[in-house]
């Protein structure tokens, strides 16, 4: 079994979800701090259209932002000689672009479910608004936004449409482990589709026991307080 396709997607995945997880996070925190509800609701929603829109779609967004001939896939040629569509970083920002709304929402829900009066507290007691985010909103958030990174990683492991459209199925490079299962299957070796998808099963039952795991003591550990 060529192992590459593993390597390839525990990297993008172990990186799309170290940037998802503050993007998600700090979006969230933005969000619920706007006063005007209209914005709110428009804000929400471009945050979130990743989530409904079909990967294909997503992914095709992303081709003509990052494309050699359009304007930001230029001018990283140009000026990092780094060109972005169908390198392994293309595989990380479509994953970040699909796990991104699950993060977010996840984490918006659970500062929305944090008592307010904590928070207003806190900036009674003249608490500055960066340590009252870590210390009272995100504390107290803590099980639901470890939900919504388990949430995001898988969907950053399991990301398919979105990442052969920006990044294609290039062997060794780009292919990772669900465009694997896509092309063994295509090929008709089923045999070593199977295993890929065994791969992806373990993967992710295992990161959903042990983020379920962190959840269960950060939860234990607040109500203990």
């Known amino acids: 079994m060529d192992w590459s396709p593993i390597i390839i997607s525990m990297k993008t995945a172990s990186l799309s979800i170290f940037i998802t997880f503050f993007l998600g996070l700090f979006a969230a925190w933005a969000v619920v701090s706007m ?102 909103l995100f504390a107290n958030a803590i099980p639901g936004v470890l939900s919504g990174g388990v949430l995001a990683f898988a969907r950053g492991l399991g990301e398919f449409g979105a990442t052969a459209m920006i990044a294609g199925n290039i062997a060794g490079k780009t292919r990772t482990l669900p465009m694997a299962v896509y092309s063994e299957v295509a090929a008709g070796n089923m045999d070593a589709a199977y295993r890929y998808v065994a791969v992806i099963v373990v993967i992710a039952f295992i990161s959903i026991i042990l983020m379920n795991l962190s959840a269960l003591k950060a939860g234990g550990h607040r109500g203990g307080n």
Request: net charge positive; glycine share 6%; aromatic share 18%.
């Open 35 to 136: 006063k005007n509800e209209t914005w709110k609701m428009i804000w929400d929603g471009i945050l979130t259209l990743p989530m409904v829109l079909p990967p294909t779609v997503a992914g095709f967004f992303l081709l003509y932002i990052f494309g050699v001939k359009r304007p930001v896939g230029q001018f990283f040629i140009e000026y990092f000689s780094v060109k972005i569509a169908f390198s392994w970083f293309a595989t990380v920002i479509a994953a970040v672009t699909m796990s991104f709304p699950l993060m977010y929402r996840s984490a918006r829900g659970a500062f929305e479910q944090v008592d307010q009066n904590l928070v207003a507290a806190a900036r009674t007691l003249g608490m500055g608004e960066w340590d009252n985010f870590w210390k009272v």
